[in-house]
Nanobody, 115 residues
Framework: QVQLVESGGGLVQAGGSLRLSCKAP????????MAWYRQAPGKQRELVAG???????NYADSVKGRFTISRDNAKSTVYLQMNSLKPEDTAVYYC?????????WGQGAQVTVSS
């Protein structure tokens, strides 16, 4: 069974930082493109950042220069370092990958940024 387990969410003041982690054992992690999505209340889920198996990254325009995605293949873990957080970054953040042609999602991590 594919399991993606997120951790690291929480409440932070505007301007602060958080780091999300997503552990994904048993999926041949090193060959997978991994991504972070987020969904704010009343809004559609949107791509925040992605990282390929060789470390190429892409970011939503809204987070460029503030967020950094990285991976540690030895730990089967992908990270999202979030700096200079804004209230509009408040959302549930989901880890994502494709396995067997199907999208797989973590349980979500709540990030709340107070003004």
């Amino acid at each position: 069974q594919v399991q993606l387990v997120e951790s690291g969410g929480g409440l932070v003041q505007a301007g602060g930082s958080l780091r999300l982690s997503c552990k994904a054992p048993g999926i041949l992690f090193s060959i997978r493109t991994m991504a972070w999505y987020r969904q704010a209340p009343g809004k559609q889920r949107e791509l925040v950042a992605g990282i390929t198996s060789v470390g190429s990254t892409n970011y939503a325009d809204s987070v460029k220069g503030r967020f950094t995605i990285s991976r540690d293949n030895a730990k089967s873990t992908v990270y999202l370092q979030m700096n200079s957080l804004k209230p509009e970054d408040t959302a549930v953040y989901y880890c994502n990958t494709d396995v067997g042609g199907l999208p797989r999602w973590g349980q979500g991590a709540q990030v709340t940024v107070s003004s």
